[in-house]
């Protein structure tokens, strides 16, 4: 059955495909279908419309040409947030992308001083929480480090989160099932600053001690219908390409 789109301009077929990207479903150096097959797949529209949308991939740095094979996805592929990876595990079931890993867990119980993150959790300063650490790798290269924080009250649902294991199920499932309350997302911002040691030491970047590396970092934090339940950071690797959601 050829795939059904809102519409049929390069713009829906750019999207198709960069979603699957986004997804995992095609891993750097898959090959995309073949312009006829892209073709059929959208109910047989026109080769041009095939080549625009490629086209834009190709902009966007996600594909690129390999000549008489066709158009591949880029070897380095974009690095999403972890908000997307619930919706990734949503969607396909998948926590991990081909080729992806991630290492370096840490759970550990601090004291928040963060006024950000005492913001937007509703703590007060010094208040308890508990902090997941992990570095995500692409085919052994690290690209992001990953932080979620906790207020006590989530922890209570979720006791899970304060032990030092994988979680192998989301938060936020269980949170919905021991609660009957839907967990929503809130909005996504992101901002740069200059990575922590331990930033760059997760990351694998060496440079002298007196230098400032500049990263691209975005929080997002969690909710119920009556209070904030979670705060995550994602700090990404300089050089990652990142999409940003609508």
């Known amino acids: 059955m050829a795939y059904r789109a809102p519409g049929t301009g390069y713009a829906d077929v750019a999207a198709h495909f960069r979603d699957r990207i986004k997804d995992g479903d095609l891993a750097p150096g898959d090959l995309l279908p073949s312009v006829s097959e892209i073709r059929e797949q959208f109910g047989g529209i026109a080769s041009k419309t095939v080549s625009r949308a490629l086209g834009v991939l190709k902009s966007e740095q996600l594909v ?32 991990y992308a081909p080729g992806e890993t991630s290492g370096g867990h840490q759970v550990i119980r601090r004291s928040v001083v963060d006024q950000d993150v005492c913001d937007a959790l509703d703590l007060e300063p010094h208040d308890e929480v508990v902090i997941r650490i992990r570095t995500f790798k692409q085919n052994g290269r690290p690209t992001t480090v990953g932080l979620s924080i906790y207020p006590p009250h989530t922890v209570r649902v979720v006791p899970e989160l304060a032990d030092d294991v994988r979680m192998t199920t989301q938060f936020d499932q269980l949170y919905k099932e021991r609660t009957g309350r839907t967990v929503s997302k809130g909005q996504r911002v992101a901002q740069a600053r200059h990575a922590s040691q331990d930033e760059l030491d997760a990351l694998e970047i060496s ?18 219908e009556e209070r904030p339940l979670a705060y995550w950071e994602d700090v990404y690797a300089p050089g990652s ?5 609508e």
């Open 207 to 224: 440079v002298p001690p007196e230098a400032a590396v500049p990263v691209l970092y975005t929080t997002v934090a969690f909710h119920d």
């Open 241 to 245: 390409k990142v999409p940003m959601g």
């Open 64 to 95: 690129t040409s390999r000549g008489a094979l066709g158009t591949a996805v880029a070897e380095t592929p974009v690095v999403i947030t972890g908000a997307d990876r619930l919706d990734r595990m949503a969607k396909t079931g998948r926590r």
